[in-house]
């Protein structure tokens, strides 16, 4: 197997969809993948446009989001390497259901819908193993669902930042780096709030020596005074 093969198996074996399938597995799905690279702040698709490839991250991160009647964006997810979006673009030919766009220079793995259902069908084996999983993804979307119905905007906000550093931050010398540069406009997008509500919750925490912010993301000094935070 050539290098950038080896490279791609490795990748795709970090993607929780893939988790079950063998190397040998995963070697036929890294024939069918297109690398490709894209500057900061690049769309890679637009919501509604014709979906022809689900794409992985091998570098970089991207965020994707859905805009409504008056041009505002609602924050559906940010991505990081390892990475799979559109989750809904594997079993049926609908277009992209939002726009996704690049936060910093990014290199994606491309999988053609096309070549990937044919793939499924000549191996069942793999396709049963997929479907498993997603049935765990469904169930897992359930919880978040419930989790974030009845709560205000202050406990989205901080379940927000738990969950950008469970999924995305690095622990040093006990402080959480979250490496994902996003404005404050972007933060609100993604709980559904202003950018002056996200202002005056960063800057208490902030005052409170919860969490720091910077233009290259975040640090989360205390996290168990995160979790018990309440906005005086």
């Known amino acids: 197997m050539k290098e950038e093969a080896i490279d791609t198996v490795s990748l795709l074996r970090q993607v929780p969809l893939f988790r079950d399938l063998s190397d040998?597995?995963?070697?036929?799905?890294?024939?069918?993948?297109?690398q490709r690279s894209y500057r900061k702040k690049t769309v890679v698709f637009?919501?509604?446009?014709?979906?022809e490839a689900v794409y992985f991250?091998?570098?970089?991160?991207?965020?994707?989001?859905?805009?409504?009647?008056?041009?505002?964006?609602?924050?559906?997810?940010?991505?990081?390497?390892?990475?799979?979006?559109?989750?809904?673009?594997?079993?049926?030919?609908?277009?992209y259901p939002a726009t996704a766009e690049t936060i910093v220079p990014t290199t994606l793995l491309a999988?053609?819908?096309?070549?990937?259902?044919?793939?499924?069908?000549?191996?069942?084996?793999?396709?049963?193993?997929?479907?498993?999983?997603?049935?765990?993804?469904?169930?897992?979307l359930q919880e978040k669902i419930q989790e974030l119905t009845g709560q205000d905007v202050q406990n989205r906000g901080q379940l927000f930042l738990l969950k950008l550093a469970e999924n995305?931050?690095?622990?040093?010398?006990?402080?959480?780096?979250?490496?994902?540069?996003?404005?404050?406009?972007?933060?609100?997008?993604?709980?559904?709030?202003?950018r002056e509500t996200v202002n005056r919750m960063l800057n208490q925490l902030r005052k409170e020596g919860i969490v720091e912010t910077d233009r290259l993301g975040f640090v989360i000094h205390d996290m168990e005074a995160l979790r018990h935070w309440r906005e005086n």
């Open 24 to 34: 040998e597995e995963l070697g036929g799905l890294s024939t069918i993948m297109i």
């Open 46 to 51: 637009s919501e509604g446009g014709d979906k």
């Open 57 to 95: 991250i091998q570098q970089g991160l991207v965020k994707t989001y859905k805009t409504d009647e008056n041009g505002h964006q609602q924050i559906v997810s940010f991505l990081k390497k390892g990475d799979m979006f559109p989750h809904t673009g594997l079993f049926h030919a609908n277009c």
């Open 111 to 140: 999988m053609p819908i096309k070549p990937f259902e044919f793939l499924l069908s000549s191996t069942p084996g793999v396709a049963v193993k997929i479907l498993r999983v997603m049935s765990q993804k469904i169930l897992e």
């Open 168 to 194: 995305n931050g690095k622990v040093k010398n006990g402080k959480y780096i979250i490496e994902m540069p996003m404005t404050h406009q972007d933060i609100a997008n993604a709980i559904g709030t202003t």
